[in-house]
């Protein structure tokens, strides 16, 4: 008995380059290192990777079924480590459908989608065609190779069968008709029925008990039959199924299996003495072997299958006529043969590669990265916010002191030089620039601002571009226009880019609030820049007493001054100190993923947090309480030492220059800060917005290339559709002729798109009897014959706009023979047409004298047809 099964070809892809979006991911996303050069070396060996499972030919055996897989299990594997989708990293994957060949000026069927899922679908639709192809190789002769086939068509199955069960249902997107739910159902069934009657032949060839062989047997016969129903009523199958031999061989196999089935049952029953069981069971094997035999006799050979039945049941009849005389049971009345199944498909779980090795085994998911970065934010702001309290803090110190004039006025003693304090002061401001440094980081701001708008301006533009180009394209093809619609596609980058332009305006209005400050405080600020004399002179003069020098008020205040100026290095010390704590957050993300299998990053990372920066929030709290408690006491104290002080109108005015000398300095400290904050700002910014600004022109790119896909498939798919759906009906021109008031039939020419049988020949017509050859009308003399005048030719109207004479000159359609007799096409009555060139329609020919009149040449000897040519008469 010969074996036919079906295996299913494979898809095929275009190349695509997976090394350098990958690699530019990893260049911009992870820091220069080891680390990033072994990331991109793992992303040149997944693109060789892909070009070996996918861009070549694959042979039909097991180290090719290995690299598939291995492919597979590294997408699987990559996918939760890099941010695939249409608007971030975009790869554009194209297939073509398995099952359709294409057409001459359309070519086959493909998909590009920008999809890795899509992708994972197509290399796992591969791997259930390759296992069914090897399976299909194998050699069933042997124990090995039976096994081997079992094997190979339940992993086919199962492979199909996740794909229908899993894999579809994540796709946003209707797939080819190779991938549909119908296919790859119906292959999965398939499948296991050859994987089950692989099990039959492994226990008929093992001689295993009838019973057993029976029940293998009617189950195969089983699953064949519902692969059979599942083509039959799917009408969304591809045309593979119908036309490639595939429907036939599974209702041959179904008759087959049912035939082997009920030809095990009866050897059961006659070990049971049943003999009537037996020839009715042999006699229904019997006829579906015949049905295979007549009906798919060119698909499946079951000659040995029955000849072995036929010489058993000629037995057993031989037997049961002069032995048992046992009566045949109608085969509707038999118990059912029982059923048993050994197959099933074959789970996919990842990784189905026993080889498997992750390239990028030390990167960690997409979703540690996200919480990491989330991580990242959060102590950011703490640490922020930290730093933030203690500055503030030290201003509040600073502008307390500077009102209250701390400490000059108790460094204010003869009440002509300059105090010690406001001469450091006036040191610091001149050692950092002066005013040149605030006018130098003035003018840069503009500047740095002005190119970061450009930069957010040209990526917006981009995506605008792309958008009215999509919108066109969308309005012109309507629903042939299948692929997510650019301005949904685009809301994260507007989104993202919304907030970038909102941060640049915050950022624009706040150097406006500085260079307000800058402008109010400047002349001061101009007049701590000047040399000692300059500034002693600026400052009026006093006459304080000198009683309270070394008195008790003083010396309070001396020592809750530098009370304060300890707590405020006390901060500087606790800032560094908190910008200095580092924490790796991976390795208790990567635990809890793998213990929960999600992420609950708020829970984690304020846990931890709060564990490593619980003390520093302890340590700045206290610090801040312990300042408040000495501005109290330092109030007080100066209270105090303003009512002991000798008040007159030149101490009040010395006392207040030196108020403002002292705020000028801290105004220009925290001018100088603000601004330094702000370049830095907005060169971090810049590089923000390049990424950004990169990120739109690839995104851009891909929709360009998978634009350009898509018009492509248009066309063809266009150049597919057939241009005249409907024949038009032929003119009445053709169908029928009105000459000298009598009118016949014409035959129609077949069209040209249309398949029309060819015309079966004439009889042969009798032998002529014509005396003389035929000379045209302008011949001087005509021949007299005994001959009958042959019937007037059927001719064909014609419009008078087109010939004239309103009458056609040829006979239109296919050529056929001419001579006498036929009943075919008549050449036309000779009649003037302008149009045509031709002997018989010329109306007059000029005949020299005694030259013979003009004779046509034999017509030429029609292609195929079945007679010898005729000896040609005139007309």
């Not at 119908?182 to 069934?189: A, C, I, N, P, Q």
């Not at 020592?559 to 405020?568: D, F, G, P, R």
């Not at 030149?650 to 603000?674: P, T």
Request: glycine share 4%; with cysteine; aromatic share 8%.
């Amino acid at each position: 008995m010969a074996t036919t099964f079906v295996s299913v070809p494979l898809k095929k892809s275009s190349e695509v380059d997976l090394a350098k979006p990958l690699s530019k991911f990893i260049h911009d996303t992870y820091p220069s290192g080891e680390s990033q050069a072994e990331y991109i070396k793992a992303a040149e060996e997944l693109n060789n990777l892909r070009k070996s499972a996918v861009c070549r030919a694959l042979d039909k055996h097991d180290s090719s079924l290995e690299i598939l897989l291995r492919y597979y299990d590294q997408l699987c594997a990559l996918e939760p480590k890099f941010p695939f989708s249409e608007n971030q990293l975009c790869l554009t994957f194209t297939w073509k459908d398995a099952f359709d060949k294409g057409s001459l000026f359309g070519g086959s069927v493909k998909l590009s989608f920008a999809s890795l899922g899509f992708e994972k679908t197509c290399v796992l639709f591969n791997i259930g065609a390759l296992a069914s192809q090897i399976a299909s190789e194998q050699n069933l002769e042997n124990d090995e190779g039976l096994k081997a086939a079992a094997k190979y068509y339940q992993l086919a199955s199962g492979v199909f069968q996740h794909i229908k069960d899993t894999v579809l249902s994540t796709m946003n997107r209707e797939l080819t008709m190779d991938t549909s739910p119908d296919t790859v159902g119906t292959l999965s069934l398939i499948m296991l029925a050859q994987a089950q009657e692989v099990f039959f032949l492994k226990a008929a060839a093992d001689k295993m008990k009838d019973a057993v062989i029976a029940k293998l047997a009617n189950q195969a016969a089983d699953y064949y039959g519902d692969a059979f129903k599942q083509c039959q009523f799917k009408e969304n199958l591809p045309k593979y199924f119908y036309f490639q031999e595939v429907l036939p061989v599974l209702a041959a196999k179904h008759c087959m299996m049912q035939a082997n089935a009920e030809y095990h049952q009866s050897v059961l029953a006659k070990q049971q003495k049943k003999f009537g069981e037996e020839i009715s069971r042999l006699q229904h094997a019997s006829d579906l072997v015949k049905t295979v035999g007549s009906r798919y006799d060119e698909y499946i050979n079951v000659k040995d299958l029955s000849d072995k039945i036929a010489r058993a049941l000629a037995a057993a009849k031989k037997d049961n006529d002069f032995i048992y005389h046992d009566r045949v049971p109608d085969v509707k009345d038999l118990e059912p043969v029982g059923k048993a199944t050994l197959v099933k498909p074959t789970p996919v779980s990842v990784p189905m590669s026993q080889k498997f090795t992750d390239l990028f085994v030390k990167m960690v998911p997409l979703a540690v990265q996200q919480a990491l970065s989330v991580y990242n934010q959060r102590r950011a702001d703490l640490v922020n916010q930290l730093i933030a309290q203690m500055r503030e803090s030290s201003n509040l110190a600073n502008g307390v002191l500077a009102s209250l004039n701390l400490p000059a006025a108790i460094e204010d003693v003869s009440g002509d030089n300059i105090p010690q304090s406001i001469l450091e002061k006036s040191k610091a401001v001149i050692q950092q620039g002066g005013l040149q440094t605030i006018d130098q980081l003035v003018r840069d701001l503009p500047g740095l601002l002005q190119r970061n708008r450009e930069i957010l301006d040209e990526a917006m533009k981009i995506l605008d571009q792309e958008e009215v180009t999509d919108n066109e394209l969308k309005a012109k093809f309507k629903e042939r226009w299948q692929r997510t619609p650019s301005n949904e596609l685009y809301k994260p980058l507007r989104t993202e880019g919304a907030n970038f332009r909102t941060t640049l305006d915050r950022a624009a209005q706040a150097d406006k609030v500085v260079k307000e400050r800058y402008a109010a405080n400047s002349e001061i600020i101009a007049l701590l820049c000047k040399p000692e004399a300059e500034l002693n002179a600026a400052i009026p003069s006093g006459n304080p007493t000198k009683s309270l020098q070394g008195s008790e008020v003083v010396m309070l205040l001396k020592t809750l001054l530098a009370s304060l100026n300890e707590v405020k290095k006390e901060r500087e010390t606790f800032e560094n100190d908190i910008k200095s704590v580092q924490f790796d957050m991976t390795n208790r993300f990567l635990t809890a993923l793998a213990q929960d299998g999600a992420l609950n990053e708020e829970a984690i990372s304020v846990t931890e947090l709060d564990q490593i920066y619980g003390s520093h929030t302890q340590r700045v709290q206290q610090n801040l309480k312990k300042q408040e408690e000495l501005l109290a006491d330092i109030q007080a104290a100066h209270e105090e030492f303003s009512k002991s002080k000798q008040s007159n109108t030149d101490a009040n005015l010395r006392e207040e220059m030196l108020k403002k000398l002292a705020a000028g300095h801290d105004q220009f400290v925290e001018l100088v800060n603000n601004l330094k904050e702000g370049t830095e700002f907005y060169n971090g910014i810049t590089e923000f917005l390049v990424k950004f600004q990169t990120k739109c022109t690839d995104i851009v790119f891909a929709r360009k290339t998978e634009r350009d896909e898509l018009l492509k498939d248009l066309q063809q798919s266009i150049a597919r559709e057939p241009s005249a759906p409907n024949i038009p009906a032929a003119p009445a021109y053709q169908t029928a002729a009105s000459v000298g008031g009598t009118t016949s039939a014409v035959p129609t020419p077949a069209p040209r798109n249309v398949f029309q049988p060819k015309p079966q020949p004439p009889a042969r017509p009798p032998p002529p009897s014509v005396g003389s050859s035929f000379t045209p009308a302008s011949s001087a003399a005509t021949p007299k014959t005994n001959a009958p005048a042959p019937a007037p030719a059927p001719v064909a109207s014609m419009p008078a706009s087109v010939g004239g004479s309103g009458v056609l000159s040829q006979a239109q359609g296919p050529p056929y023979p001419t001579y006498q007799g036929f009943p075919g096409y008549y050449p036309m009555p000779m009649a003037y047409n302008q149009y045509a060139y031709g002997q018989y329609n010329m109306p007059y020919m000029y005949q020299p004298p005694g030259q013979p009149p003009f004779q046509s040449p034999q017509p030429p000897q029609q292609p195929g047809y079945p007679y010898p040519p005729q000896q040609f008469y005139q007309q």
